[in-house]
């Protein structure tokens, strides 16, 4: 069943996106406050790159699930329960270190916890968004939530790092439960559309494997999208040394303060909004691949060139940071766009969350051998190496397959020709 958003449901969604972007705001508080302890009071990468797979493994294994789950249930009730226990495991979080208790297992399990409940959110919250927005306004929301994200991935680290001066770290976790709290009025209150009659799921006896096949079956009649994701699978493999090591890089590599590795997340997320404001107020992107690869290179550049910082060189640090924040919301708009002009709606969330994990399948193994990888080589030489990499990766996807012919603005405008009842994308190419 397709649906046609309204000037009604994009005003609700306006109010939802609201809200979701303050709860955006405490998880960002979390992750810098809860990485900035481990780093401070273990000093070790083995120990970062633990906390990063546990982060990114649940996410692997249960989002799968989770889009289908989204696709057969009430979109709205995965989102309300997913962001309560979220909270509740931050309250929990708080509890534990007010006691005492604060063993880095503990810390690894309410990562992983938060992680498991996100792997839900997630592609339930992306599948909402071309259901209540209208597809000319599309582009340019994708665009305005990388811009709100950025801006509040910019405040959080701040906000934490001043936290930190005044309060302990169990009191500055505080934050996650208001935002929370923030969040969840607003979406009691709205609407999110149904993507299938009542009786359509009383009648649909198929089970979670079939229509997870049927997503995969989707994306493999996207013409290229299956490179897509291997190339975003094998840039996300190479960019969890940067994810996963950074704040060792910075406290240790370069004696910074916490101030001062948020002002490096700063240059990070002022180049992220900075990007949506182009992806905002740009109305349409021609030859997508082309752009595409040409910033994700850039990307992977400005990458290794981190790894050259002179000591305590924040300054220049801050414009790679930039760099590579900048070049983000671009490549992420035209690929969500991409998914939400061509996928049918009522099954948007499991193709999300295949994408979503295809992308993400090989991360956990990146994230445990970042640890080894950083001792072994030197975290600044592990850093350039994986820059060079990426590039190398990108130009062999696009040079030695046939992506650099695909039209996606052809295809996307046939297959809005189609029937409702069959979708059928036709591989038609440049």
Same mark, same amino acid.
């Given at each position: 069943?397709?649906?046609?958003?309204?000037?009604?449901?994009?005003?609700?969604?306006?109010?939802?996106?609201?809200?979701?972007?303050?709860?955006?705001?405490?998880?960002?508080?979390?992750?810098?406050?809860?990485?900035?302890?481990?780093?401070?009071? &273990?000093?070790?990468?083995?120990?970062?790159?633990?906390?990063?797979?546990?982060?990114?493994?649940?996410?692997?294994?249960?989002?799968?699930?989770? =889009?289908?789950?989204?696709?057969?249930?009430?979109?709205?009730?995965?989102?309300?329960?997913?962001?309560?226990?979220?909270?509740? &495991?931050?309250?929990?979080?708080?509890?534990?270190?007010?006691?005492?208790?604060?063993n880095v297992w503990i810390?690894?399990?309410?990562?992983?916890?938060?992680?498991?409940?996100?792997?839900?959110?997630?592609?339930?919250?992306?599948?909402?968004?071309?259901?209540?927005?209208?597809?000319?306004?599309?582009?340019?929301?994708?665009?305005?939530?990388?811009?709100?994200?950025?801006?509040?991935?910019?405040?959080?680290?701040?906000?934490?790092?001043?936290?930190?001066?005044?309060?302990?770290?169990?009191?500055?976790?505080?934050?996650?439960?208001?935002?929370?709290?923030?969040?969840?009025?607003?979406?009691?209150?709205?609407?999110?559309?149904?993507?299938?009659?009542?009786?359509?799921?009383?009648?649909?006896?198929?089970?979670?494997?079939?229509?997870?096949?049927?997503?995969?079956?989707?994306?493999?009649?996207?013409?290229?999208?299956?490179?897509?994701?291997?190339?975003?699978?094998?840039?996300?493999?190479?960019?969890?040394?940067?994810?996963?090591?950074?704040?060792?890089?910075?406290?240790?590599?370069?004696?910074?303060?916490?101030?001062?590795?948020?002002?490096?997340?700063?240059?990070?997320?002022? =180049?992220?909004?900075?990007?949506?404001?182009?992806?905002?107020?740009?109305?349409?992107?021609?030859?997508?691949?082309?752009?595409?690869?040409?910033?994700?290179?850039?990307?992977?550049?400005?990458?290794?060139?981190?790894a050259l910082a002179p000591?305590?060189?924040?300054?220049?640090?801050?414009?790679?940071?930039?760099?590579? =924040?900048?070049?983000?919301?671009?490549?992420?708009?035209?690929?969500?766009?991409?998914?939400?002009?061509?996928?049918?709606?009522?099954?948007?969330?499991?193709?999300?969350s295949i994408v979503s994990?295809?992308?993400?399948?090989?991360?956990?193994?990146?994230?445990?051998?970042?640890?080894?990888?950083?001792?072994?080589?030197?975290?600044?030489?592990?850093?350039?190496?994986?820059?060079?990499?990426?590039?190398?990766?990108?130009?062999?996807?696009?040079?030695?397959?046939?992506?650099?012919?695909?039209?996606?603005?052809?295809?996307?405008?046939?297959?809005?020709?189609?029937?409702?009842?069959?979708?059928?994308?036709?591989?038609?190419?440049?």
């Amino acid at each position: 069943m397709e649906i046609i958003p309204t000037k009604n449901s994009f005003r609700q969604y306006m109010t939802f996106w609201a809200g979701q972007t303050f709860s955006l705001l405490g998880s960002m508080v979390v992750q810098f406050v809860i990485m900035w302890y481990l780093t401070l009071t &273990t000093g070790s990468p083995m120990v970062l790159a633990l906390a990063n797979f546990f982060y990114i493994f649940p996410m692997v294994v249960l989002m799968p699930l989770a =889009g289908v789950f989204s696709d057969r249930h009430s979109r709205k009730i995965i989102i309300m329960l997913a962001d309560s226990l979220q909270a509740i &495991t931050t309250l929990a979080l708080i509890i534990f270190l007010a006691m005492g208790f604060s063993n880095v297992w503990i810390i690894f399990l309410f990562i992983a916890l938060r992680s498991a409940f996100q792997a839900f959110h997630q592609p339930t919250v992306n599948a909402v968004v071309p259901t209540m927005v209208p597809k000319e306004k599309l582009t340019r929301v994708n665009g305005l939530n990388f811009l709100f994200n950025g801006v509040m991935q910019i405040i959080g680290p701040m906000l934490a790092a001043i936290l930190l001066v005044f309060m302990t770290v169990s009191q500055a976790l505080w934050v996650d439960v208001i935002t929370f709290i923030i969040a969840f009025v607003p979406l009691v209150f709205i609407t999110i559309p149904l993507v299938r009659f009542k009786q359509d799921q009383v009648e649909d006896h198929s089970g979670f494997i079939e229509e997870f096949s049927d997503g995969f079956k989707t994306l493999k009649t996207i013409p290229g999208f299956i490179i897509l994701m291997i190339m975003a699978m094998l840039l996300n493999f190479l960019i969890q040394p940067l994810s996963t090591l950074l704040p060792y890089f910075a406290a240790v590599l370069h004696d910074a303060t916490a101030f001062e590795y948020a002002l490096m997340s700063v240059g990070f997320q002022g =180049g992220i909004i900075s990007g949506a404001l182009l992806t905002t107020l740009k109305k349409k992107w021609k030859k997508k691949i082309k752009v595409t690869f040409s910033v994700l290179i850039i990307v992977m550049i400005a990458y290794s060139m981190l790894a050259l910082a002179p000591y305590r060189a924040f300054l220049y640090m801050m414009v790679m940071a930039y760099i590579m =924040g900048f070049m983000l919301p671009i490549v992420n708009t035209l690929y969500q766009t991409i998914q939400q002009t061509i996928v049918p709606h009522e099954k948007l969330g499991r193709v999300g969350s295949i994408v979503s994990t295809f992308s993400m399948v090989i991360t956990p193994v990146g994230a445990l051998i970042a640890g080894p990888l950083g001792e072994f080589l030197g975290v600044a030489n592990l850093f350039f190496i994986c820059g060079i990499l990426g590039v190398v990766v990108l130009v062999i996807l696009y040079f030695f397959t046939s992506i650099r012919h695909v039209n996606y603005d052809l295809i996307a405008e046939e297959s809005n020709m189609q029937s409702e009842e069959e979708f059928v994308i036709p591989e038609i190419i440049e």
